[in-house]
């Protein structure tokens, strides 16, 4: 990924307010949503069906179509969304601390991937759609099935918000956590995904339904909690810790990234790839 690394302001002192660039952290989310998206669709579902033995049809910004069907190839998507995430966590912790951007990234990889993970299993307990709904379909009790969903959704998603929400206090000053200055890494990155999803979603080709039952439930409902998680900074879950805030200031390359992958995720994703 682009990263202007090694410049004297990424890390900025904590006297002085620490510089971000709105529109390169629009571009970084762009980037992190849609490959958070692809590794669903098309690593976690598509990747399941040819180890399964089968072959993909259509592939498209908000579903992924194999000849074949099992619980295995619907739960593909949400497990690979969690390895993805929690790998990031891991380069999260080993990438320097002078790299701001590339760091940045890494963080919201992670938060998108794993809350999207983890959000899933609440929304297809409680709707009885989607992929999980499918994994656990034709099990009985079908309501103790649902109920584990959303029993497992509601912890997994608190604990993860949580995961995140720690991490978030790396590139944040001691002052900033006080007062809640991260909106800008959580809602701004919120908003763009959401959006991003719902447009490429639009133009999907098996109907509108989809952008509601996938596009805008695994944007605007999967990442929530990058919407309320920083009313939490400087409590109990994410205690106040002695820092300097990391600066994030233009650069050319995410933003040429962020183009790309609006390109190939609405112009191409968006309408779906068919393979046979």
């Known amino acids: ?95 320097s601390p002078a790299r701001g951007r590339l760091r940045y990234f890494l963080w919201l990889s992670m938060t998108v991937n794993l809350l999207q993970g983890a959000g899933y299993f609440l ?59 991260a909106k800008d890494l959580t809602i701004v990155p919120y908003i763009t995904g959401g959006v991003l999803y719902t447009v490429a979603g639009m133009f999907n080709p098996v109907g509108m339904v989809l952008v509601a039952i996938s596009a805008a439930a695994a944007s605007f409902g999967g990442t929530s909690g990058m919407a309320w998680m920083t009313q939490y900074l400087g409590g109990k879950l994410a205690p106040k810790i002695a820092g300097r805030p990391v600066a994030l200031e233009r650069s050319a390359g995410w933003i040429a990234a962020a183009v790309i992958a609006i390109a190939i995720f609405v112009g191409v994703l968006g309408r779906g790839v068919r393979f046979s």
């Not at 900025?12 to 529109?23: H, N, V, Y």
């Not at 079908?142 to 929400?165: D, F, K």
């Open 123 to 181: 929304f297809s307990g409680l709707g009885n759609i989607g992929d999980w709904a499918e994994v656990i379909h034709d099990l009985e009790p079908a309501w103790l099935w649902r109920i584990g969903l959303v029993a497992l959704g509601v912890v997994s998603y608190a604990l993860l918000v949580w995961l995140a929400l720690r991490e978030l206090r790396s590139f944040l000053g001691e002052n900033e956590v006080r007062r809640g200055g």
């Open 1 to 95: 990924m682009p990263d202007n690394a090694g410049t004297a302001a990424e890390v900025a002192p904590e006297k002085t307010p620490a510089t971000r660039d709105r529109a390169t952290i629009i571009a970084i989310s762009i980037v992190a949503f849609a490959l958070a998206n692809v590794l669903h669709e098309g690593a976690g579902h598509g990747g399941a069906c040819l180890l399964s033995g089968g072959h993909a049809k259509v592939l498209s910004s908000v579903h992924f179509d194999c000849d074949r069907a099992s619980r295995f190839i619907s739960a593909g998507g949400t497990l690979v969304n969690f390895i993805v995430g929690f790998l990031c966590w891991i380069a999260l912790r080993a990438v």
